[in-house]
Nanobody
Framework: VQLQASGGGSVQAGGSLRLSCVAG????????MGWYRQAPGNERELVAS???????NYADSVKGRFTIFRDNAKNTVYLQMNSLKPEDTAIYYC???????????????WGQGTQVTVSS
């Protein structure tokens, strides 16, 4: 199983980016998916998560600006980021709870990270 994140880049404050993360490999089921971020010198923090039934949860710092959504048929999670601020600058990581067979427990997998840089 591997998670491939994409969509990062450099934008000016107020701009937008959309991140994507595709889960691939031998997958039986994907449960919750999410996005985390880590800025230099800071710990990794939750940005947003979404259940398989599309119930979303957001960090207070991104509420009203970011939207998480998913396509279950494609095992893909997205993060639409609007009204970006310099403090959103970080490496963004996706994760997903996946099991590879009916009898397996869900395990958490992580993507490789994608850099988002917001300039003022």
């Amino acid at each position: 199983v591997q998670l491939q994140a994409s969509g990062g880049g450099s934008v000016q404050a107020g701009g937008s980016l959309r991140l994507s993360c595709v889960a691939g490999g031998s997958i039986f089921s994907v449960d919750a998916m999410g996005w985390y971020r880590q800025a230099p010198g800071n710990e990794r923090e939750l940005v947003a998560s979404i259940t398989r039934g599309a119930i979303a949860n957001y960090a207070d710092s991104v509420k009203g600006r970011f939207t998480i959504f998913r396509d279950n048929a494609k095992n893909t999670v997205y993060l639409q980021m609007n009204s970006l601020k310099p403090e959103d600058t970080a490496i963004y990581y996706c994760n997903a709870n996946i099991k590879q067979s009916l009898r397996q427990m869900y395990r958490t997998y992580w993507g490789q990270g994608t850099q988002v840089t917001v300039s003022s």
